[in-house]
């Protein structure tokens, strides 16, 4: 079965940085890509950063120069490490990865999120 919990957030000051955790179990971790997304309050839900399994990684604009997203394939981890954090980063976030099934469906996972505020 596939798991997937992110730990990490909290409250903190514009400006500030946070780094969140997603622990991955249930699957081959090592090829699977794991995306971050966020969804503020009243907003769709959004592309933070998509992790490929060789690390390489893209970001949204509105994160780049400030986010760095990472993986370690021998901890089933990824991490999104939030420098200069703005009050628009306020959102719950959470880790995402797809897993093509026996019938060849995708099928998506997500964790619960973990909630990130960025107020003064």
């Known amino acids: 079965q596939v798991q997937l919990v992110e730990s990490g957030g909290g409250l903190v000051q514009p400006g500030g940085s946070l780094r969140l955790s997603c622990a991955a179990s249930?699957?081959?971790?090592?090829?699977?890509?794991i995306t971050w997304y966020r969804q503020a309050p009243g907003k769709q839900r959004e592309v933070v950063a998509v992790?490929?399994?060789?690390?390489?990684?893209n970001y949204a604009d509105s994160v780049k120069g400030r986010f760095t997203a990472s993986r370690d394939n021998a901890k089933n981890m990824v991490y999104l490490k939030m420098n200069s954090l703005k009050p628009e980063d306020t959102a719950v976030y959470y880790c995402?990865?797809?897993?093509?099934?026996?019938?060849?469906?995708?099928?998506?996972?997500w964790g619960p999120g973990t909630q990130v505020t960025v107020s003064s």
């Open positions: 995402n990865t797809r897993v093509r099934g026996i019938d060849s469906r995708d099928y998506d996972y």
């Open positions: 992790i490929f399994s060789g690390g390489f990684v």
């Open positions: 249930g699957i081959i971790f090592s090829t699977n890509v």
